[in-house]
């Protein structure tokens, strides 16, 4: 059986880079928090508490400590409540959320209404609404939009979670367009995202059966399977290797793997071991 491991699998530079930067604060000794968990990957969680990086529910006393912010982001009053505790500041946020977060802003200074597509309670969408003092609206679905609150605006703005669906972001985009007269797209879906799910366009066709790896969190894995399934049923989302199943590849000649945003390479490496030994 041929194993094809997708040119895209594994850590994009966001998590990269927010890892490289936790492991760095890590090892200067300063006593480090961070809201949350650094990415939606179990494993990678537990690598960066066992570096010392301790995860809590809200902020405290922030005296001699550091903050880290995640590669998602986080909304304004975050930054505002950590300095006033005293917390030091290490920000992780990947730089593409950065941009959305400055897109927002400076579109709100111009008068627009703020449409975000994304999942509303992703901490990623929660960091961009934090950046508004208005509430902006949160479209998930093509069926979720509020039509009539729709209807009223005159002038929007939309942006896009970094690691929405392609597709989809562009038919409810096709729908705002009819309702509001002004509309500004950002297409703000960023670019490992974009390859990685035109990976699972075209992977799902070429082979017998899809293999994608990621924890059941990560928001990004789930869309890669989601894709993946849509051209191919055979089409299988696990944490790791103990969830394969033999049947799974009987009679199967090719078999594509793919990895999320978050997922670790050796847990990669991990899954092809197991499929070559069967
Ligand atoms: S998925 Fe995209 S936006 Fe999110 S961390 Fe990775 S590169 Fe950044």
Not at 23 to 35: F, P
Not at 187 to 205: F, G, H, V
Request: hydrophobic share 35%; aromatic share 4%; charged share 30%.
């Amino acid at each position: 059986m041929k194993i094809n491991v997708a040119k895209s699998a594994g850590f994009c530079f966001g998590v990269k880079r927010a890892l490289k930067i936790a492991r760095e604060i890590a090892q200067s000794g300063t006593k480090v928090e961070m809201l949350g968990d650094i990415v939606h990957n179990e494993e990678v969680v537990q690598d960066i508490e066992k570096a010392g990086i301790k995860k809590v529910k809200r902020l405290r006393d922030g005296k001699n400590k550091t903050l880290l912010i995640r590669a998602h982001g986080a909304s304004a009053d975050v930054y505002k409540r950590a300095i006033q505790k005293g917390y030091t500041i290490v920000d992780a946020t990947c730089p593409k959320v950065k941009e959305i977060h400055d897109l927002v802003q400076v579109s709100k200074d111009e008068g627009c209404r703020i449409i975000v597509i994304g999942d509303e309670h992703h901490d990623e969408v929660r960091g961009i609404m934090g950046q508004l003092k208005n509430r902006a609206i949160v479209i998930d679905t093509l069926k979720n939009i509020p039509l009539t609150k729709i209807k009223s605006i005159k002038k929007a703005c939309v942006v896009v979670q970094s690691t929405q669906n392609v597709e989809k972001t562009l038919k409810i985009v096709d729908v705002l367009k009819e309702h509001i007269t002004t509309l500004k797209f950002y297409n703000t879906i960023c670019n490992p995202t974009r390859i990685k799910q035109k990976e699972a366009n075209d992977m799902p066709l070429e082979n017998d059966v899809m293999i994608i790896i990621g924890s059941r969190t990560s928001a990004n894995t789930k869309r890669l399977y989601e894709i993946s399934k849509s051209h191919n049923r055979r089409s299988h989302w696990i944490q790791s290797s103990i969830e394969l199943k033999p049947e799974w590849f009987s009679g199967a000649e090719s078999v594509g793997i793919m990895a999320g945003a978050s997922t670790p390479d050796h847990s990669t490496k991990q899954v092809i071991e197991v499929i070559r030994s069967l």
